[in-house]
């Protein structure tokens, strides 16, 4: 007991920067034990997984798609093939930075559908056994191939309105699902600027994640394999942006649930998992003019 004490009161008068005291009560590292593998826990997950593979629950999650029906559509589909100009992908990854000054600029069509298509795009498609379904496989690896995440994009400066917008990558097309300029809205829920110029920024991705389609199959450890997911999807994002001449930065900071209620996601079962901010870099723009 009484080093217990001694113990506590070493750690009150602890006023360095790293320590077990930052993390007293930490629900990151919480959730990191608890989340923890040992032999029995893989042995009961994978029992667990062999039990995904019903044909019905096969059926269903090989369709991980948001839709909004209602809604106009716009086809990205005529600008797939057309090939953005090429770049040595080590020269991509080696000049890649975050932007964060914008100059005006109208982002076309052919360059959403890069952005879109090349970051979380399908990309081949295999057919399942027994069913009339295929597998469809995009840009990034993910956790069974279940694909949780959902695109949103606010249009700011382009050829099509302003507005928010949802990505449907198995119909290749982007959905109006609210047309108004909102962006005086957006910067009080969203900490950029002075910081990240959104004002100027072409558009601003979003990224939610659908929870139910891994945790049904992965459980808690899931969420773990969505955030890996959400990492690769966004690096996808930040390359393809500097390989067809555009800038991105990540915002850390937002309301959440201000966004989820823009984005129309309930903020339970789908919420907000990063945002991007998109444009051409005026530093870029600067040192092309001279």
């Known amino acids: 007991m009484k080093t217990k004490i001694i113990s506590e009161e070493i750690g009150r008068l602890d006023v360095s920067l790293y320590g077990p005291k930052n993390f007293k009560e930490s629900l990151a590292l919480l959730f990191n ?19 995904f593979s019903n044909p019905y629950i096969l059926d269903r999650a090989s369709q991980p798609y948001k839709a909004y029906p209602t809604c106009k ?41 890069a952005v879109l298509h090349y970051s979380y ?15 469809k496989f995009r840009a990034v690896p993910s956790a069974g ?21 949802h990505y449907r990558p198995d ?43 891994i945790l049904i199959k992965y459980g808690d450890r899931g969420y773990r394999f969505i955030l890996q997911e959400v990492g690769l999807v966004t690096q996808n994002i930040s390359l393809v942006c500097e390989a067809i001449g555009l800038s991105s930065c990540i915002l850390g900071s937002y309301v959440d649930e201000k966004v989820n209620e823009y984005l129309k996601a309930d903020g339970t079962f789908e919420s907000i998992q990063n945002i991007i901010v998109i444009g051409k870099n005026k530093a870029h723009e600067s040192n092309s003019s001279n």
């Open 33 to 51: 034990e608890n989340t923890k593998f040992d032999d029995f826990l893989i042995r009961k997950q994978i029992a667990g997984i062999q039990g």
């Open 73 to 113: 559509k716009y086809s990205i589909n005529q600008y797939i093939n057309i090939q953005p100009q090429q770049k040595n992908i080590f020269d991509v990854i080696k000049n890649r930075r975050s932007g964060r000054a914008y100059t005006d600029y109208s982002i076309s069509l052919n360059e959403l559908s």
């Open 121 to 135: 795009g399908i990309m081949t498609q295999s057919p399942i056994s027994d069913s009339n379904n295929t597998w």
């Open 145 to 165: 191939g279940l694909y949780p995440l959902e695109f949103y994009l606010y249009i700011n400066n382009s050829v099509l309105p302003k507005g928010f917008y």
């Open 171 to 213: 119909q290749m097309e982007i959905e109006l699902i609210h047309e108004e300029d909102l962006l005086q809205e957006l910067k009080k829920i969203l900490v950029a600027e002075p910081y990240v110029d959104i004002s100027n920024s072409s558009c601003i991705l979003f990224i939610t994640s659908v929870f139910e389609r």
